[in-house]
């Protein structure tokens, strides 16, 4: 392969992508498009916060006299506030003449054998007749044990696991204290390498597709050909307009972080520890789990006819690299069990699986497993890139009616 | 003096279809060597075999000496039949990286892109996109883009194609002034006329079998009754072996011999008649009936 041929397919590709008024719409177009949508939906929440500061007012009949309050009287149990009614009829003005209560609860005179509370609602109930619950919950145990147990024991029994710690212990057996965010920060990693390989690939593979389409739409392929081998055009393609989708990733997180919204927010707060030997290993699996998919992607895409039957048939590999999303829930509860084990050794979910395998416990897997799984990755890289290659050229000169697999396949032997 | 270019019993098929057979023949250097054939002759699939863009099935092929590789790409141009270019993007854009891919600096594909712009009359048009550019721009265009490398060997697939007289005539110049530079060009066209002008020799191709192939005045004095058309002062006298004269107009006959006839016999009974020859030539058959008589009545004259 001539690199220079290569660089020159590569720069080509990119500065005509990232020039196009398309491009720089979505590219620009789409942070702000977002920062306008979490706009609006951020109203609705500051408005519903900004209710949440005054207490919710609930009414509460006590036929059992357990909560030891006078009428009239008012406790406010975190965001609620519960008014004491001597009788139901009372209750039943506030809601519905006053309107100054959302619902009221009756503490029927059998409650402690039965539990029963009855639930009024009127036409201020906001959520519902339940909406309060946990609330007067709250009040009646309180109430419950207040009298008949010490105030510590009814802390602790109101709240069993108030002060949380959390420790790791190492390989080498030493304790390190950790923060209780640990375990969903050590999942920043992953989640944010299969967000950045999916999107690279779903924008990348886009672009892909529809310059090959474009060429063979506009006969240019034969001139490429002439000049470049498939190798080289396919690669420069990949390297090129994989730049291309990956720089639009990289500016929109950039922008992201910029503002500090949505995906910094999320994260920037939370005890983010993150292994090392995963992120050593993310930029590699990266480079080659996009050449293995592109590869393929543009290998079939370029037996389209037109742009859509083109994406059509790419994007087929872009859903198997999803593979090991549906996998998640088990890798997380079993990070090295038969299917993590299974799930490293297929090239269309070791990268994912990998970075997730050693973000959660980097010790719990062998040099050599990583090793492995990381040249079966390559070497079906490389298989893919020039099986891919010899497809594309077959697909390139490809018109008329779409030859049998038989065919492409004695086609694609026989390529240059 | 090596050929630069040796088909040796090429062969290719794609499916059930024989696109080639066995067909054979060489380029030599500084030559304009017209590849004929009607569609689907096999022309196109010779020439995306030299280009290295399919490979054939049978047979060798040598380029300047030696087997096909990729070095011979920047010394080979191509200009396809079926051409495009990229719509979207701006001329000088699209040269350059034409010129680029043919091994060509930045710079100097620039630099010879705008000359080749300034040359074909389209230097308005170097920042406009392609997609702007009527049909026979486009064609200008492309041209230039395949000669910018200045390739020792060009193949040019059916270049006049969509081109008003006076670009066919700035095309055809171009080519011989590549053959005046020393450098070989394979020309592929169904226009006779322009074979008949710019060849030195042709191989005709139908059902991808040579049929045809030699010095173009060779092949059409082959393909050729003995004809003269002589062009005198005064009465044209009784001439001994000839089977019957036509007059095309006042002093121009066309003289048709019979059998063996020596046509210097004829000159010779002209001068010794004392009429003044003022023209003297054989008939050759033009390209374009040999190309019928062979492609659809199969005559084969070697």
Known sequence: MRWRTVRTVTWFELTSTVRRLGYLIVTLGMPVFALLYAGLALIPAKLAKEQESAPRIYGVVDQAALLGLGDGEVIVVRSAGFRCFGDEARARRALTDERAIRSYFVVTPDYLASGRV????????????????AELSEL????????RVEPKVAARLLEPIAGRETFRVGGDGQVEAEG???????????????????????MSGSYLIQATATEKENKVVEVLLSSATADEIMTGKLLGLGGAGLLQVLIWLTMTLGVRFGFAQLVLPLDVQIAWQAVAIAPVLFITAYAF???????????????????????????LATLPLMFVPLLLTDPHGLVAHVLTWIPFSAPATLVLRLSLDPDGMSVWEVAGSIAVL??????????????FRVGLLLTGARPSLREIWRQAKGAP | MTPVLVFEGVGKRYGDKTALSGVSFEVQAGEVFGLLGPNGAGKTTCIRILMDIVRADSGTMRVFGAP???????????????????????????????????????????ARARTWLERIGLSSVENHQVERLSKGMSQKVQIAATLLSEPELCVLDEPFSGLDPVNTALVRDLIGEIRASGRTTILSTHQMSMVETLCDRVALLSEGRRVVYGPIDEVRRR???AEL????????PELPGVESVTCERPGTHRVVLAGDTDPQRVLASLIDAGVPVLRYERVLAPMEDIFIRVVQHGEDRG
């Open chain 1, 118 to 133: 009855l639930a009024h609602t009127g036409p201020a109930s906001g959520l519902g007749p339940w909406e309060g619950r």
């Open chain 1, 140 to 147: 009646l145990r309180t109430r419950l044990l207040g009298t």
């Open chain 1, 293 to 319: 998919l592109g590869s393929l992607m543009l290998g079939t895409g370029s037996f389209g006819g037109n742009v859509r039957e083109s994406q059509q048939l790419g994007m087929f590999w872009a859903f």
């Open chain 2, 68 to 110: 096909l590789g990729r070095d011979h790409d920047f010394r080979l141009a191509y200009l396809p039949e079926e051409r495009g270019l990229y719509t979207k993007q701006r001329v000088i854009d699209v040269m350059v990286y034409f010129g680029k891919l043919k091994g060509l600096s930045a710079a100097e594909a620039r």
């Open chain 2, 223 to 225: 393909y050729s009754a």
């Open chain 2, 229 to 236: 058309r002589i062009t005198i002062e005064g009465e044209l």
């Open chain 1, 180 to 202: 209780s965010d640990a375990f969903i920060g050590r999942l920043v990693l992953p989640i944010g390498f299969v967000f950045l390989l999916f999107t690279s690939i779903l």
């Open chain 1, 378 to 391: 390559v070497l079906s890289t490389w298989a893919a890139v020039r099986l891919a290659s010899r497809l």
